[in-house]
């Protein structure tokens, strides 16, 4: 039997131990162009070791709830940006870093116009859309060695809503 791990509202305070929420909330720090666009600058901390920023375009297959979760990343020489494309929220997985293993994991949904940024070397499910389009816009490190740590559970969770 799989433990269950309930999904919860994204929040920035929550997600902060892993990364950051990127949205629009509060006023913009800056209005431009013309006065027609308002920009809300600099909403993540993009780290990279070794090599650069690059931009990427997934297409990932939307998943069905509940969920089995397998397996959990991370990215230990970069931040990784998932940043949907189509307006839809999304599944994000994390867990605490216990050395060389992941904690248990969390599970949070993000509303339509919120994407995220995971810190280098957090443990993380993959992109996970619920919904069509699975399409997506990732920023993360391009550059030498190996960036891809992947830990496999002994028991699968089950993610699920409440």
């Given at each position: 039997m799989s433990e269950i791990i309930e999904i919860t509202p994204i929040s920035a305070e929550a997600f902060a131990p892993f990364g950051?929420?990127?949205?629009?909330?509060?006023?913009?720090?800056?209005?431009?162009?013309?006065g027609l666009c308002g920009r809300?600058?600099?909403?993540?901390?993009m780290d990279f070791a070794?090599?650069?920023?690059?931009?990427?375009?997934?297409?990932?297959?939307?998943r069905t709830l509940p969920m089995r979760?397998?397996?959990v990343e991370r990215h230990p020489e970069g931040s990784q940006a998932f940043i949907p494309m189509g307006g839809q929220g999304f599944l994000v997985v994390?867990?605490?870093?216990?050395?060389?293993?992941?904690?248990?994991?969390l599970a949070f949904e993000t509303e339509p116009g919120q994407a995220i940024n995971f810190h280098r070397g957090t443990w993380h499910g993959v992109l996970t859309p619920?919904?069509?389009?699975?399409?997506f816009a990732v920023v993360d490190r391009i550059g030498p060695g190996a960036n891809l740590q992947e830990h496999w559970f002994d028991t699968a969770y089950e993610v699920r809503r409440p």
């Amino acid at each position: 039997m799989s433990e269950i791990i309930e999904i919860t509202p994204i929040s920035a305070e929550a997600f902060a131990p892993f990364g950051d929420l990127i949205d629009i909330s509060g006023a913009p720090d800056k209005i431009i162009n013309q006065g027609l666009c308002g920009r809300y600058h600099d909403r993540a901390k993009m780290d990279f070791a070794d090599g650069r920023a690059g931009l990427s375009l997934f297409n990932a297959e939307p998943r069905t709830l509940p969920m089995r979760l397998e397996m959990v990343e991370r990215h230990p020489e970069g931040s990784q940006a998932f940043i949907p494309m189509g307006g839809q929220g999304f599944l994000v997985v994390v867990a605490q870093d216990l050395g060389d293993a992941p904690g248990r994991p969390l599970a949070f949904e993000t509303e339509p116009g919120q994407a995220i940024n995971f810190h280098r070397g957090t443990w993380h499910g993959v992109l996970t859309p619920l919904c069509e389009p699975g399409l997506f816009a990732v920023v993360d490190r391009i550059g030498p060695g190996a960036n891809l740590q992947e830990h496999w559970f002994d028991t699968a969770y089950e993610v699920r809503r409440p």
